[in-house]
C-alpha cells in the first residue's frame, strides 16, 4: 500500500476526529457529573451555621463553617447543590427526626459529626466546670459507660438511614477534638485531673464512632492531630473555653479551628 500524502491527510483527520469526539465525550461526562455533584452536610454544632452578622461578609462566612468554603471538595468538584440541616445540640434522634429530607439517591457526598451530644458532653463540661473533681470524673465515667452500652446502637440507626436513602454516596464521619492540653498555660479552672479525664473521654467516643462508621463502610476523620498544639491551655486555641455570656459557644471550633483543623480533615477524606 503506498501513503500518499491525501490518504496520510485523511487518516489523520480521522484519528483527530475519533480522539476529539472522545474527548468532547468525556468532557461532557466530566460536566455532567460536576452538574449532578450534591453534598449534604448532617450533625451537631460542630458544623454551626455562621451568626447572622457573619453572612453580610463573605469571608467571615467561609471561615465560619468548613463545608461553605469554596472550591473543589477534596478531590471532588465544586458541589452544584448544598443542603446544610446540621444544628446546635443535635442529637442522633434529631438527626432522624429532621435532618435526613435533602438526602437522595443522587447525593454525592454526606459529611456528619453526630454523638457528642447523645454521650451527655454539655452536661458533663458544666459538671465539671461546677463541681468537685471526683464528682467531675464520676459524670466522664458515666458518659463513656453511655458510649460503650447505647451510642453504637444510635450511630447505626442514623448510618443506616443514610445509607439508605443515598446507597452511593461517600459519607464522611467527623470524630471530636481533645479540648485540653495537659500541663498548658492555664492556671485556673479546671483540674489536670478533670482536664486529663476529659480528654480521655474524647477519645473513647472517637473510637467508638470509628468504629460503626467503619462497619457501615464510611470514612472516619479525626481532627485530634490536627488540633494538638490547639487545645484550650495551648496558648493558641482553636476552640473556646466556657463562655457564660454565649454558653452555646463554649467548647466549640473557632473559625481557625474549623479552617485549620475541621477543613483539611473533611476534605483529605472527602
Known amino acids: 500500500m503506498s501513503w500518499k500524502p491525501s ?43 455562621p451568626r447572622r452578622r457573619q453572612l453580610r461578609r463573605r469571608e467571615r462566612q467561609l471561615q465560619a463553617h468548613h463545608p461553605r468554603l469554596p472550591g473543589p471538595v477534596g478531590r471532588r468538584p465544586s458541589p452544584q447543590s448544598f443542603s446544610f440541616t446540621a444544628c446546635s445540640g443535635a442529637r442522633t434522634n434529631d438527626v ?68 439508605s436513602r443515598s446507597p452511593g454516596a ?16 492555664c492556671t ?19 473510637a467508638a464512632i470509628a468504629k460503626r462508621a467503619a462497619d457501615h463502610g464510611f470514612t472516619f476523620a479525626s481532627v485530634a492531630g490536627a488540633f494538638t498544639g490547639h487545645e484550650i491551655c495551648s496558648g493558641s486555641a482553636w476552640l473556646h473555653s466556657v463562655n457564660w455570656l454565649n454558653i452555646a459557644e463554649s467548647y466549640h471550633p473557632t473559625a481557625a479551628g474549623q479552617s485549620g483543623g475541621y477543613l483539611p480533615a473533611f476534605t483529605n477524606a472527602a
Open 188 to 206: 485556673t479552672g479546671l483540674t489536670e485531673g478533670e482536664r486529663a479525664a476529659i480528654n480521655a473521654a474524647a477519645d473513647h467516643l472517637n
Open 7 to 49: 490518504r496520510f491527510a485523511a487518516l489523520t483527520s480521522s484519528l483527530l476526529l475519533a480522539v476529539g469526539a472522545a474527548l468532547f465525550g468525556a468532557g461532557q461526562a466530566a460536566a455532567a457529573a460536576r452538574a449532578d455533584f450534591g453534598y449534604v452536610a448532617l450533625g451537631d454544632s460542630v458544623l454551626l451555621r
Open 170 to 185: 461517600h459519607v464522611v464521619v467527623l470524630g471530636y477534638p481533645r479540648f485540653y492540653k495537659l500541663n498548658g498555660t
Open 96 to 163: 432522624l427526626a429532621g435532618q435526613l429530607a435533602p438526602l437522595n439517591s443522587g447525593t454525592d457526598l454526606v459529611s456528619i459529626t453526630i454523638g457528642g451530644n447523645d454521650a451527655g458532653f454539655s452536661d458533663v463540661m458544666t459538671t465539671c466546670v461546677l463541681q468537685s473533681e471526683s464528682t467531675c470524673i464520676s459524670r466522664v465515667n458515666q458518659a463513656k459507660a453511655y458510649v460503650d452500652s447505647t451510642l453504637p446502637g444510635r450511630l447505626d440507626q442514623v448510618y443506616s438511614a443514610i445509607d
